[in-house]
């Protein structure tokens, strides 16, 4: 069964640090490249930042800001977002693809998101 869950999102003030997490069913994490994007009102969904066996890959936007990491025990996926601003608002979601991409419909697997709030 693939599962996605995201948790971790909710309210800060600009300038604080979050850290979102993605748990991963055993074979999405194993195999798949597993990315960040987010949604703000109104908004399309961007890419925010990708995990895949060669590297790590990053939104201009966030680079330096965000980052990536994992733990293989848990097959958990953490975006630890520091320096926070209003415009990173956002629901946030992780996701799964056979490939690295930076376009939502390369993904085939969502999780429901959780909600990022920073206020200014």
């Known amino acids: 069964q693939v599962q996605l869950v995201e948790s971790g999102g909710r309210f800060v003030q600009a300038g604080g640090s979050l850290r979102l997490s993605c748990a991963a069913s055993?074979?999405?994490?194993?195999?798949?490249?597993l990315g960040w994007f987010r949604q703000a009102p109104g908004k399309e969904r961007e890419f925010v930042a990708a995990m895949g066996r060669k590297g790590l890959y990053y939104a201009d936007s966030v680079k330096g800001r965000f980052t990536l990491s994992s733990n293989n025990a848990t097959n958990t996926v953490y975006l630890r977002m520091n320096s926070l601003k209003p415009e990173d608002t956002a629901v946030y979601f992780c996701a799964a693809s056979p490939f690295v991409t930076t376009t939502p419909a390369g993904y085939l697997y969502w999780g429901q998101g959780t909600q990022v709030t920073v206020s200014s």
């Open positions: 055993e074979h999405i994490f194993s195999n798949d490249v």
